[in-house]
Every structure is written in structure tokens, then in C-alpha cells.
């Protein structure tokens, strides 16, 4: 049963859901979900970038009805609006992944799993039926283990490998090296055995267990090479997550990538690096159509959705605010979040004249310091 809100019940927006959270979330699990990489910079712009670009909208035009569905990698999706991947979910609630799968398939959007999820991702398949899921892969050092997660995850039905990049280290997060953060001992990373070094986070004696672990497994060596690797591995479609560049963009183009998510890591890995919202325009422009580009990273209601969709991106992944519907009330808690951001999207594009996802065009935005350079040559 869900907690009962200490602030307001029903939650109204993602940050009802986000204050519940706060109030009743384990120290350990609440920095871990909420922090970001040192003073926490980047973590403040990637939602302050949204609120920087004002909505220019169109008046007397038929929006009695309003279609958001839309493909993604040639699979349908109900709205522009997937789910990131989040590590360690069962910490925010006993069913952990299972049941933001569960609530992702029943209002038919995409989920992406971490490698570091506390299900398995054969669990997570078996619990969502037919359902639209990715699978996001850490390449790590141990070769022959990275090859079987692909391998797994092509036989479960995941749809698509999205590759991590931005990830060669940890970024210092001050919360969890004050926390040493670790896992609960009741939970692991459940996609390998637990006779497996992988398995197993160890608590750090001067820093958290996950920066530890990752500094020990995750390959720092990884490069463009990497990425045409893993495409040897499987027929699915690989996605890279981690752009901030047209440089950078251009090379994932270059190794075929079908699909690019404009990602600073949740604000989680180099802090003073530019926000999303702002990366997107030139990531769109080098890409020039030949891979679908995503964007994550701020998104926290639907007139931002609405923002990032008109500047490129052809779908957002939200991590955070679903952790927060997980918290408040598991499966329901996530599809509740999920259908609020769907109903403000909406709402959005009513307002601002759009009856269609193809109607939201870049000239419906426009960056605050357009007005500002305006009144200055007044």
C-alpha cells in the first residue's frame, strides 16, 4: 500500500512524489538516488536549462484531439516519455525493477534496465510480458562477461544494447563517499552470480563501495573501437548513452549507432559540464538525421518534455522522478508518475497549438536571453 504523503496526497507533480520520497527514504538510498557529482553544479542546471527557454505558442488551431504515440527503433510507444536506467531500485521498493517494468509495459512506453539492477534482467523480462524494454550495458575489464550480458539480454527480448560511455571512473559523489555507501545487505546486483566479483559491492573506506567497484571492474580503456565490439556481439540495435558533443556525435555516426542519448549521467559523473538541454541543438545538427537522438537529464514536467522535443530530441528518459514514484507506490507509484508527465505533455501541447507530436517545431521555443538582448537594443 502506498505511504501516506507528508505533504500532499494525491501527489499533484513530480516534485510531490520527489518531497515523499525525501521524507521517508533510508539516508543511505535518498543521497544515492538524489546526488550528484561533487558541488552538484551540472545536477542544478540540468533542470534550470529548462527553465530558461520560453514556449512561443500558437493560437486557433484544432487540437480536439491530441496523438503523442510515436516509433522508437521502429517499436511503438504510447508518448515521448521512456524510462532511464536507474541502478539498485529495490531500494526504493521491494519490487525494485520488476515493478517499473511492470508499469512501463501497461502504459506502453519503453524501460531501460541497468546492468546494475538489483533484479535480474531475466526476472525483469518474465515480469513485463511483451512489453518494450532496453538493456544498458557497463562494458567492464572481464571481456567474457560483458559478452554474455548482450547475449543474455538478446534472449530475454530486450529490444536494444544502450552502451555507457561517459563512464571510464565514477564521478566523486560527496554523498555517498560521506555515506561509504553500499548496498543493503539483503540485495546485490542481480544480473550476475554471486560467486562473481561483479556481484558485489564492498563498503569503501574512504569512498563509496560503487566508486570502488567500478574503479576495480569497469574497463577505463574503452574507445571507439569498444562500441564496434559490442556491435559484433548482436543484431540489436546499440544506442550510445553519454553525448554532450557534435564531435563526439559524429563518431557515434560514424560506427552506425542506431540511436544516441544526449546525457550528462544524471549530473552523476564530471560536474561543470554543460546541461542536456543545452548539448542537444548541436548533437541534432551534426547527427542530420542518421541516427534517432534521445535526451535525459532534467526532465521533471511536461512542458520540459515539450522544450527538449522542439530542440531535436525525438524522446526524453526520465530516471529520477520514477525512482520517486517507485518510493511512493511501487508499480502504481511509477505509472502514476509516468501518466502525470504523459497528461502535462499533453496539456502542453494543447496549449501551445500542437495536435501532434510533428507540430511541436524548433521555432516553439526560444532561450530567455533572446528577450533580454531584445530590451538591451531598445
Known sequence: AAIKLFYMDPPLCVADFERHAGAVLAKNA????????????TLKDNVDAFKSYRIRPRMLRDVSHVDTALKVLGEEVAFPICVAPTALQCMAHPDGEKATARACAKVKTCMTLSSWSTTSLEDVASSSGSGLRWFQLYVYRDKELTRRLVTRAQSAGYKAIVVTVDTPILGRRLADARNRFTLPPHLSLANFKQTETAAKLVTGRQESGLFQYTASLIDPSLTWESVRWVQSLTSLPIVIKGILTAEDALEAVKCGVQGIIVSNHGARQLDGVLPTLYALSEVVAA???????YLDGGIREGTD?????ALG???????RPILWGLVHNGSDGVEAVLRLLHDELRLAMMLSGCAKLSDITPNMVVHESHYRMMKANL
Do not use: M, P
Open 313 to 319: 530530441a525525438k524522446v526524453v528518459f526520465v530516471g
Open 30 to 41: 535518498w543521497d544515492y538516488y538524489s546526488s550528484g557529482a561533487n558541488q552538484q553544479q
Open 287 to 293: 547527427v542530420n538525421g542518421h541516427a534517432e537522438i
Open 305 to 309: 518534455v515539450l522544450k527538449a522535443l
